[in-house]
């Protein structure tokens, strides 16, 4: 649990001077004291984040992170065709899934997801039973969520076979 304490502090300071660009006394000491409090803010969590190093999960991560770029570019596309061609014929509406995910992280990371993809917003992630509800603004936008690519991805993510 300390090493991990530890990771983060030293990753929270050298991201804060990395931003910073200055590396004089008062910069530095600000860093230590910043890093040091969100280290003791975040302590308890550490124990519920993944326990498998960064170079095992990197594969699965990068994969993880293409699908998410291709959904993007996707959800750009649909959303541009859809409002210059089929402005008049919006099909908004609101789906509700459970996907199969293992962990609470999981579900944040695709409820994050799916609202960084243009054209559906998360709308609410139920706690205790894991059902989602979105709103997409087409219904190809709204199709395949709850076992699409970014469900497969994060479930490799989290240890599952992907199917």
Avoid: C
């Avoid at 304490?5 to 530095?28: N, R, T």
């Avoid at 124990?47 to 996707?74: C, H, N």
């Avoid at 409820?111 to 998360?122: E, F, Y």
């Amino acid at each position: 649990m300390y090493k991990r304490q530890i990771v983060l502090f030293v990753a929270l300071l050298l991201f804060w001077l990395l931003l910073s660009s200055e590396y004089d006394a008062q910069h530095i000491i600000t860093g230590i004291v910043l890093a040091a409090l969100v280290t003791w803010f975040w302590r308890d969590v550490s124990d519920l984040l993944p326990s498998q190093s960064l170079m095992k999960r990197f594969p699965a991560t990068a994969r993880f992170g293409l699908a998410l770029l291709w959904e993007i570019i996707v959800g750009n596309y649909v959303v541009a065709k859809t409002i210059l061609f089929n402005g008049s014929k919006l099909e908004s509406g609101v789906v509700t899934f459970r996907p199969d995910l293992r962990t609470s992280w999981g579900r944040v990371i695709l409820a994050n997801s799916i609202t960084l993809t243009p054209g559906t917003v998360t709308i609410d992630v139920n706690p205790d039973t894991g059902v989602f509800m979105v709103h997409g603004m087409t219904r190809s936008l709204r199709e395949g969520l709850a076992d699409g690519r970014l469900v497969r991805r994060i479930q490799a993510l989290e240890g599952s076979k992907v199917k």
